[in-house]
Every structure is written in C-alpha cells, then in structure tokens.
C-alpha cells in the first residue's frame, strides 16, 4: 500500500526545463516499479515513462524519448522526472504511479495500482 505525492510542476516557456518529484510513503518503495502519466482535458491518460525497481532498467514513450529522463533514489523513497526541451504539446496534467515488479515494461495504466494526485506542467510559446 502506497501514498503518492507529486510536486514540481508549474509554468514554462518552450524549450525550458523542469524537474518533477514524486515523494512516496511506507518502507516497501523498492518493491515497486515507478511511472509517470499525463493527461490532457479531452484526451486519455498517456504513459510517459516508467522504471524498475532496482533502477536499472526504464522505458521512455517514443514522444519523449531523447527530452525526458525517470529515475528513482530508493534511499529517499522519490521517483523523478527531468524534462527538457519542452513543448507547448507537453502540457498536462503529470500523473507518478507505482506497480508491480513487472510494470516498468508495458505502457497501459492499468498495470499500476497506487496514483498521486497529479502537478500541472503548461509549456508556453
């Protein structure tokens, strides 16, 4: 069981950075995979990118590969994702999730179980 918290979002002009963290309760944070989602108004929950629990494997979406890196400190029980070069398309709502073991490969939502309320990201142009 975990609790989830989201912060670092906020507004910036296109082709700056930010850097979302993702605090998380409990004792057992290793034992999950960590990803992050965003969702527009009007569109469906979009996977980001996702990482193993050890840290050692990720997996980024093809939009934001090459801009966006996840990691993780297991001893800080946070989940992080570094944004770069960002695009007005890359507003939304982003979303830190954690899952099983197995989670970190696959890109549906459904496969995580525990979700932050999520952090406003605007890029402006």
């Known amino acids: 069981q975990m609790q989830l918290v989201e912060s670092g979002g906020g507004l910036v002009q296109a082709g700056g950075s930010l850097r979302l963290s993702c605090a998380a309760s409990?004792?057992?944070?290793?034992?999950?995979?960590m990803g992050w989602f965003r969702q527009s108004p009007g569109k469906e929950r979009e996977f980001v990118a996702a990482?193993?629990?050890?840290?050692?494997?990720?997996n980024h979406a093809g939009s934001v590969k090459g801009r966006f890196i996840i990691s993780r400190d297991n001893a800080k029980n946070t989940a992080f994702l570094q944004m770069n070069s960002l695009k007005p398309e890359d507003t939304a709502v982003y979303y830190c999730?954690?899952?099983?073991?197995?989670?970190?490969?696959?890109?549906?939502?459904?496969?995580?179980?525990?979700w932050g309320q999520g952090t406003q990201v605007t890029v402006s142009s």
């Open positions: 999730a954690a899952g099983s073991g197995a989670a970190w490969a696959v890109t549906t939502w459904d496969e995580y179980d525990y």
């Open positions: 409990g004792r057992t944070f290793s034992s999950y995979a």
């Open positions: 990482i193993s629990q050890s840290g050692l494997s990720s």
